[in-house]
């Protein structure tokens, strides 16, 4: 793909350049991905809208124009999506049709820590248990990019609540 690469610039220094393309295949990465994700998580009733909107498509090519996306807030609780940039939390906010809430913890660990890779998943978390949004049996989806061009999700189930943080 060559859209993340490590380099010399001009002045010898050695740093990382983002070509042009990267957010066409970022975004062809993480729609494969959750293709692959959404039948392990979803409940029934989503599968067979998306199945059903799948077969329309192919039975009736023009007529049906998108797929049906699911609506993954009936399986997940929270959301902790990779802080790489404003533009990658907007994305996935507006592709997974999220609500600002859901991608609160995203924005507000990107605001206070900057880029910090895929490491920002784990500061997601914290904020949402300091929060004390984290209830018994809640799901979280962490969901992370890297180069090469890479996507990892983790679906954790809490074992028991959170108390808020008096400290956050």
Request: charged share 25%.
């Amino acid at each position: 793909f060559r859209c993340v690469q490590q380099g010399d610039d001009e002045n010898g220094k050695t740093g990382v350049s983002l070509s042009k393309d990267i957010t066409d295949v970022a975004g062809r990465t993480v729609k494969k991905h959750i293709a692959t994700l959404g039948p392990l998580i979803l409940p029934l009733s989503e599968k067979l809208l998306f199945f059903v909107t799948f077969m329309g498509k192919k039975l009736f090519k023009d007529k049906i124009k998108h797929y049906y996306v699911p609506d993954f807030k009936l399986a997940i609780d929270h959301f902790c999506i990779h802080a790489g940039g404003r533009a990658v939390i907007d994305v996935l906010e507006k592709n997974l049709a999220l609500a600002p809430i859901d991608v609160e913890a995203s924005r507000s660990t990107l605001h206070r820590f900057g880029n910090t890779s895929s490491s920002s998943i784990w500061y997601e978390l914290a904020y949402i248990e300091a929060k004390g949004r984290m209830k018994k049996g809640n799901k979280v989806w962490q969901i992370a990019l890297g180069s090469g061009f890479k996507c990892n999700s983790a679906v954790w189930v809490a074992l028991n609540n959170v108390k808020a943080s008096t400290n956050s």
